[in-house]
């Protein structure tokens, strides 16, 4: 029975660490998570935030253009402010009943979905 998910992989290309570090850290407001030392020297980044992870790997990359996670956050008019004011795209989608939503795409091109639930009260 799968009771969690543990984690999200996305892919960067090979050298990308302080690009990586600049969006997830410095944009999204994530934090960096030590790997372990076998699997940093294959590069990429591992970010967290609460019980979220995002590992980012390094390959030769075709974004995700349709395949993205989907985050879940809290106030999110002010997320998107924070993302917009450090230059990332935010394009809001009125398309999922119950939710405030919207995408932006990491410096590689990998779509990350953010969510809100909306109160039906």
């Known amino acids: 029975m799968i009771t969690a998910l543990d984690h999200v992989q996305l892919a960067a ?3 990308s660490e ?5 969006f997830y850290a410095g944009v999204l407001g994530m934090s960096e998570v030590p790997k372990p030392p076998v699997l940093a020297a294959r590069g990429g980044c591992w970010f967290a935030t609460g019980p979220v992870q995002l590992h980012i790997g390094v390959e030769a990359v075709r974004p995700a253009r349709k395949a993205h996670p989907g985050l879940r956050v809290a106030g999110i008019e002010a997320y998107a402010e924070r993302l917009e004011s450090r230059g990332a795209a935010v394009v ?7 939710h405030r939503r919207f995408y932006t795409d990491d410096p590689f091109g990998n ?3 953010f969510l809100e639930p ?3 009260a």
């Open 13 to 15: 290309p090979p050298g």
């Open 111 to 113: 779509r990350l979905e």
């Open 18 to 22: 302080e690009i990586l570090r600049a």
């Open 92 to 98: 809001w989608d009125g398309d999922l009943p119950g």
């Open 118 to 120: 909306v109160d039906a």
